[in-house]
């Protein structure tokens, strides 16, 4: 488990394009410190199990699937990435509870600088529209952020038809993740919060055996 709180700007230092995978190399000396084969690593909000990990670098497989639905698919050689290692048992959950199990991709639509503050607006398909609420937990790219604003909620643009939410970023989220150098048109990776799904499941009666 994770919490989206980013201990790393990691750098893509080495990428293998494989029939239907990839291997990826990821310089990254703080998480790569205590990385072990076959522990975990959140890379831009997926979780990725280390083969092998050695001077400051370490090396994962992505499967086509995780190739597929993450903006993954899309990294080349001296792209920066999102690093974070799991949360121990008994540590701080600064954030929210992440699983690195990326729901999909979402689009940034605008991208509005404020005062103290920047704003990102994501569009997102509808099934995952469905679970992101004005003030609750989503992840973007595997940074922990709290929705400032969705479609469907009300307010000046209650009558866009599309499916979309913003969060603001203070100057530390935008100087520490990859947030900072986003631009519209860019593909950022959507976790949305766990325990809306299975809420969801569970009003709907789930299958009983």
């Given amino acids: ?14 990428l293998e394009r494989l029939a239907d995978s990839a291997r990826i190399t990821i310089k ?4 790569a410190a205590t990385a072990a084969d076959g522990g975990s690593i959140a ?14 670098e370490f090396t994962a497989d992505v499967m086509g699937e995780t190739l597929a639905r993450s ?15 799991p949360v121990p048992a008994g540590g701080r959950l600064d954030g929210h509870i992440v699983q690195g199990h990326v729901d999909g991709t979402g689009v940034v639509a605008q991208s509005r600088p404020a005062d103290r ?14 679970y992101i609420a004005q003030k609750g937990s989503v992840a973007v790219d595997g940074v922990s952020l709290t929705v400032s604003a969705a479609s469907g909620a009300g307010g000046a643009d209650s009558a866009d038809p599309g499916h979309w939410f913003e969060v603001s ?22 976790e949305v919060d766990v325990i809306a799904k299975y809420v969801e499941r569970l009003l709907a009666g789930g299958d009983r055996a």
């Fill in 28 to 31: 990254g000396p703080v998480v």
């Fill in 43 to 56: 890379v831009s909000g997926v979780c990725l199990t280390v083969t092998a990990a050695d001077d400051g």
């Fill in 71 to 85: 903006s993954l698919g899309a990294l080349a050689v001296g792209d920066r990435v999102n690093l974070e290692r």
């Fill in 117 to 130: 503050w920047h704003v990102l607006r994501i569009g997102v398909p509808a099934d995952l529209a469905r």
């Fill in 1 to 14: 488990m994770f919490t989206g709180i980013i201990e790393e700007l990691g750098t893509v230092a080495g």
């Fill in 169 to 190: 970023l203070i100057p530390e989220t935008l100087a520490r993740t990859t947030l900072g150098g986003v631009s519209v048109g860019d593909r950022v990776n959507i």
